[in-house]
């Protein structure tokens, strides 16, 4: 596809962003930026978070992974259902209760000053990781469609990502993402059911020979009962369990969107449809991907060594114009709708939980919010820089295994103060939470020769959490 193509799709889709950022930030008030004034309708944000959970990972790793470990990835998109229980039941009622802006505010209520900023911390610490990761693979898109065309280097593929969401975010905060999130949940779920009709048209399949050959490859096999294997059903299962919790329930960056609800009730409804569409969404995606396969085999195809880049390939060099077209939309809406609210989540966070942000001071300290919303702007684009030169996996697992080791604490630490009376001694939590990620990844990986050949999983998560847990126990008040 033409890179003139290809640059004018992302220039008039960002114009059409950038239009609605000042539909909805041109009469709104300095709060706006936290939390919408808690004026955003449920289905709204329901519908919008989707994109935002999925995001470009999904969109392209997802699909590449069926090529490593088959269907296995659904093993914890179902675990996601009991981990939304959970925080719909249990943390959005206390989030309403403590009318939260930051949510690790509770963590200083409940233990202190070095509590509360720790956990602010870890979260800052997981979503540059996560986000990173995310646009590391839109940058690749962009850069393999359009900007290899010119021989422009990755770092400027880079810039211009994280530019574009600088320029739409800058004003309106959470408020024009709640809008954004949805204009893009919609493009992303097209483009994929669209390119599952195209690769059916393509290999010339009726549905119902669609059907039976996707259920006949190998590569469709969901349930793994190896109890030794990282991608066991329970192991995964429960995991994923946990890692709703925490990278939606415990992340100021998705909590955000549900406080903006008018009520508890509202944001109830919220989470609970959003669930129930995520899941079908998750099934899409790895259908897709194993289409994918079929049809570059079909074609006699190469796959390529990072399996990331087999939609982009096949989309960009072996879809019709339209096909390709779709795939741009798609991956940049997939992207943008988790990295814009991030980078927003994260401004929110450093600005409320570090320098004392408070809805009386919002106005006469806006200059900085701007400044720290750009300096997490360029700190977005070091670490990407980073990672890209170090990255050797999926981004899929490279996320979810980051999460594990910078999740950890904020499980730990919100599970001992929900469920149990416990003070401690708060000047020693952070000492707690930086040494329980480094036991963590000693046990793991020494665990198959620790414990007979077992390996863990995202389980990572739960160790590392339950060894905060026991941390914090041990350095209780008397």
């Not at 090529?67 to 259902?81: A, D, M, R």
């Not at 099934?283 to 049809?295: K, N």
């Not at 590392?464 to 941390?471: D, P, R």
């Amino acid at each position: 596809m033409s890179p003139v193509i290809v640059g004018s799709i992302v220039f008039g889709y960002f114009l059409v962003l950038i239009t609605i950022s000042w539909l909805t930030s041109r009469n709104s008030s300095d709060g706006d930026f936290y939390n919408a004034n808690r004026q955003s309708p449920w289905y709204l944000v329901a519908f919008g978070m989707i994109g935002a959970s999925l995001s470009g990972v999904t969109f392209i790793s997802v699909p590449g992974e069926v090529g490593n470990s088959n269907f296995y990835y659904f093993q914890v998109v179902l675990g996601y259902l009991v981990g939304y229980w959970v925080i719909a039941k249990l943390l959005l009622p206390l989030y309403y209760k403590l009318n939260l802006v930051s949510i690790y505010t509770y963590l200083e209520q409940r233990f202190g000053f070095w509590s509360y900023k720790s956990g602010a911390f870890f979260f800052l610490l997981s979503r540059i990781i996560g986000s990173s990761f995310r646009l590391f693979l839109v940058a690749g898109v962009l850069q393999i469609s359009f900007f290899d065309a010119f021989d422009l280097p990755f770092w400027v593929s880079v810039l211009v990502t994280i530019v574009l969401i600088w320029v739409y975010t800058f004003r309106g905060g959470i408020k024009t993402i709640v809008w954004t999130d949805t204009l893009q949940t919609a493009f992303m779920l097209a483009a994929v059911m669209i390119s599952i009709f195209f690769i059916k048209d393509e290999l010339n399949w009726t549905w119902s020979e669609l059907t039976t050959n996707m259920t006949s490859d190998p590569r469709f096999t969901m349930f793994n009962w190896d109890w030794q294997s990282g991608k066991n059903f329970f192991k995964q299962f429960i995991s994923g369990a946990f890692i709703a919790i925490v990278m939606t329930g415990l992340d100021q960056d998705m909590m955000q969107k549900n406080l903006t609800c008018r009520t508890l009730s509202d944001a109830q409804k919220n989470v609970f449809w959003f669930c129930i569409i995520l899941v079908i969404a998750n099934f899409l995606f790895l259908s897709l991907g194993l289409l994918q396969f079929q049809f570059a085999e079909h074609i006699g195809m190469t796959i390529p060594e990072r399996t990331d880049y087999l939609f982009p390939e096949l989309a960009i060099n072996h879809f019709p114009t339209i096909g390709a077209v779709i795939f741009l939309l798609g991956i940049t809406a997939a992207a943008y709708s988790s990295a814009d609210s991030a980078l927003t989540a994260m401004t929110t966070s450093f600005c409320v939980d570090f320098l004392g942000f408070t809805p009386a001071n919002y106005h006469e300290k806006k200059t900085i919010r701007k400044i720290v919303h750009l300096a997490f702007s360029l700190v977005l684009f070091i670490v990407i820089l980073v990672f890209q030169a170090i990255n050797d996996q999926s981004v899929i697992t490279a996320v979810f295994v980051a999460a594990g080791y910078t999740y950890g604490p904020l499980l730990g630490m919100f599970a001992l103060g929900m469920f149990t009376k416990i003070n401690v001694k708060d000047h020693l939590v952070p000492v707690v939470t930086i040494l329980s990620p480094i036991l963590s990844y000693i046990i793991n990986i020494n665990s198959a020769a620790w414990f007979g050949g077992y390996k863990f999983g995202f389980e990572i998560l739960i160790l590392n959490g339950l060894l905060t847990f026991i941390g914090l126990i041990l350095i209780k008040k008397s």
